[in-house]
């Protein structure tokens, strides 16, 4: 309804909205899984991002090769929906620089994001985000491509507030397993899989440092995989868990199977979804100022709240009442 105001006009005025990220975000390796990878979305349609792995998934010696074929995928036709990233090396690795070039150079334009790994410090990741705004620049690219930041080290656990407050940076991403191989055994294997990675106080500690340092700067906390492929209901439960227990609004996908459950987890309880377009519309139907809604007072407070509540619903695909979607989306 063009004649009303919307949400984002009046809820966030002078401030940066908090992004709305898909539930998972899916990674491939290959250029076989990255094409499989867009096929299902063509499918779900766009309820998951897809990260094109640079870093693990390229060759010793044909970096370039790889950097070069994850950008056609991202140029690509079947990118129908503009949600792929990609994985660049570490800053450690020799080619980290020209992965950047290569994605950049070459689809820099439909990038929906690239991902930083291992970073030991903010200034390692103030450095790499420094690359990659100079290459826009050297290669005319007239957008600034979001960048999510993998912590996973005992530095980047350290700054993850100053890291998570860096121009651009849009998740902070858990790295439960060279998180927990960084600490030399002190941690046992068994906290890389449920329940000790939620159960662990040292690894727990991370994912809630993580957590609050990414929604306090307005950065959306996205969670480790779950090494489990087969049983859905225990990937799903680990999905819940980091969700209702930790506070993480997305998380990693390895597998097809693993995208429906996580994604099923991540979304909001349908009562109040609902609830949240009723108050919407009212208060958008008064302008925006203070209601009364089953007895209790909403403002522009509650608003924010349920207007982001009502945007993650939409982006896991959930049905919602139509003349919310008619009005807001």
């Known amino acids: 309804m063009p004649d009303l105001p919307h949400p984002d006009q009046v809820l966030f005025q002078g401030e940066k909205p908090f992004p709305i990220l898909p539930a998972v975000d899916h990674y491939a390796g290959s250029e076989k899984l990255m094409r499989k ?8 349609g766009p309820v998951f991002d897809i990260t094109c792995d640079c870093e693990d998934g390229a060759h010793a010696g044909a970096e370039a090769e790889h950097a070069a074929m994850a950008a056609s995928i991202v140029m690509s036709d079947d990118n129908r929906f503009g949600r792929v990233g990609a994985r660049i090396h570490d800053i450690t690795h020799p080619h980290w620089e020209a992965d950047v070039d290569i994605l950049v150079s070459q689809a820099g334009s439909r990038l929906a994001f690239l991902t930083i790994p291992k970073p030991r410090s903010v200034a390692d990741a103030t450095r790499q985000i420094e690359h990659i705004r100079n290459a826009e620049e050297r290669y005319g ?6 960048v999510h930041v993998l912590i996973e080290t005992h530095g980047a656990l350290r700054d993850a507030w100053e890291i998570a407050a860096l121009d651009r940076v849009e998740s902070l991403d858990f790295g439960l397993m060279d998180f927990v191989s960084g600490h030399h055994g002190a941690i046992p294997g068994s906290a890389m899989r449920s329940p000790g990675q939620f159960d662990h106080p040292l690894v727990a500690r991370a994912k809630c440092d993580i957590a609050a340092a990414a929604l306090a700067n307005g950065v959306v906390p996205s969670h480790n995989v779950t090494t489990e492929l087969k049983d859905i209901d225990y990937i799903r439960l680990d999905a819940e868990r980091a969700r209702k227990e930790f506070g993480y609004l997305r998380m990693w996908s ?19 979804v609902e609830e949240a377009a009723n108050i919407l519309i009212a208060a958008q139907d008064k302008g925006w100022g203070p209601i009364q809604h089953a007895g209790k ?12 509540l009502l945007k993650r619903a939409k982006s896991t695909g959930m049905n919602m009442p139509s003349d919310a979607l008619t009005r807001f989306f």
């Not at 990878?37 to 779900?44: G, I, R, S, T, Y």
């Not at 390895?254 to 109040?272: G, K, L, T």
């Not at 007072?297 to 982001?308: K, Q």
């Open 254 to 272: 390895i597998h097809p199977n693993q995208i429906v459950p996580i994604i099923e987890a991540m979304r909001p309880d349908f009562s109040e």
């Open 37 to 44: 990878a867009l096929a299902v979305q063509h499918e779900l």
């Open 297 to 308: 007072l909403h403002d522009r407070a509650s608003y924010r709240y349920y207007w982001e």
């Open 141 to 146: 690219i007239e957008r600034e491509i979001p």
